[in-house]
């Protein structure tokens, strides 16, 4: 029997580790220090990853399965734990204006 998740649907949680793999160009992937919901939580190869409300990517064929990716739930942190100042820290560089 697997662990349970770490988290659940609805729950707010921070991105905390940069996923290191060639991004595939044809899906979004969360950004370094931000803010997401979970929309639903899902079992791949006996780990938890995580599908989000901010992000929706089109369903694509992996090695074992089709469907939409899923970020791995270790990656994330719940925003509850944070302490005050790193939140406010996260929120101010997460609404912070893009300039490229």
Same mark, same amino acid.
Do not use: C
């Given at each position: ?7 659940? =649907? /609805? ?7 940069? +996923? $290191?793999?060639?991004?595939? @160009?044809?899906?979004?992937? @969360?950004? *370094? /220090? $931000? +803010? ?5 939580? =899902?079992? +791949?190869?006996?780990?938890? /990853?995580?599908? *989000?409300?901010? +992000?929706?990517? @089109? ?22 734990? *944070? ?7 996260? *929120?101010?560089?997460?609404?912070? @204006?893009?300039?490229?």
């Amino acid at each position: 029997m697997s662990k349970p998740p770490k988290f659940h =649907v /609805g729950q707010a949680v921070v991105f905390v580790q940069a +996923i $290191s793999a060639q991004p595939d @160009p044809f899906e979004t992937y @969360p950004r *370094l /220090g $931000s +803010i997401y919901h979970v929309r639903e939580v =899902v079992l +791949i190869s006996g780990d938890y /990853g995580l599908r *989000l409300v901010e +992000i929706k990517n @089109p369903r694509a064929r992996y090695a074992d399965a089709i469907g939409e990716a899923a970020f791995w739930e270790e990656r994330f942190a719940p925003v509850e734990l *944070l302490p005050d100042e790193a939140l406010a820290q996260l *929120l101010e560089e997460t609404l912070a @204006p893009v300039t490229t």
